[in-house]
């Protein structure tokens, strides 16, 4: 079973534009809500997180909006770059523990 | 963020062999995790490796295939065993950072079987 579902699987955007993808859970034990962005070659890396205490967090063009009740968050990009394309994972864990991972969304932001 | 170093980065291995990673961390870290990402998926979870103890592994993968060592606080190995061209994939040590949770991953082993 699939702990966290992720959409869409890939997405274009104009340079300039906002860019979302949205994950759903089910196991509401999940305490913390991270999103990793892989380039190609690369390990994934540390994008932004949130924990179920607060509906939104922004980091500069990233913001991080969830909704406890419908156990779904999603990523937002804001002003989307070219150097934003990459593949993004969403995830969820409970106490540190195990880390669940989304399928992934490809983003190519279009110059 | 925590440094997380892996080698060998890629290697071409023949089937029926076997290929060790080695993972080193710049800090203690308690949690560390192997994962397995094949090509344009996911992560998946192999096994979580704690120094002082037996890894504990997920469904679908055993001892015997990936066989993990975790001699201290720094530093584990994970050994892929008798190689086919299905383990073809990128595998990715990673480890929790204390109080704040972030799990954070070394670059990762680009593994092709021949």
């Known amino acids: 079973q699939q702990q966290v579902k992720q959409s869409p699987q890939s997405l274009i955007v104009q340079k300039g534009g906002i860019s979302i993808i949205n994950c759903a859970y089910e196991?509401?034990?999940?305490?913390?809500f991270p999103w990793y962005q892989q380039f190609p070659g690369k390990g994934p890396a540390l994008l932004i997180a949130?924990?179920?205490?607060?509906s939104e967090k922004k980091e500069g063009r990233f913001t991080i909006s969830f909704n406890k009740s419908a156990k779904q968050f999603s990523l937002h990009i804001m002003d989307s770059q070219p150097g934003d394309s990459a593949t993004y994972f969403c995830?969820?864990?409970?106490?540190?523990?195990?880390?669940?991972f989304g399928s992934g969304t490809k983003l190519n932001v279009k110059p | 963020s925590a440094v997380i170093s892996q080698k060998p980065s890629r290697d071409i291995c023949q089937r029926g062999t076997s290929l060790t990673i080695q993972c080193q961390v710049d800090?203690?870290?308690?949690?560390m995790f192997w994962y397995r990402q094949q090509p344009g998926q996911s992560l998946t979870l192999i096994a979580t490796?704690?120094?002082?103890?037996?890894?504990?592994?997920e469904s679908g993968f055993v001892i015997d295939k990936f066989p993990i060592s975790r001699p201290n606080l720094t530093f584990s190995t994970l050994t892929v065993s008798n190689m086919s061209p299905e383990d073809s994939s990128i595998y990715l040590c990673?480890?929790?950072?204390?109080?704040?949770?972030?799990?954070?991953f070394g670059e990762g082993s680009r593994l092709t079987v021949l």
């Open positions: 990673s480890v929790v950072r204390a109080h704040t949770g972030e799990l954070f």
């Open positions: 196991n509401t034990a999940f305490d913390y």
């Open positions: 949130i924990r179920p205490d607060v």
């Open positions: 995830a969820a864990s409970g106490n540190f523990n195990k880390f669940y």
């Open positions: 800090s203690q870290v308690t949690m």
């Open positions: 490796a704690n120094q002082g103890s037996e890894a504990t592994y």
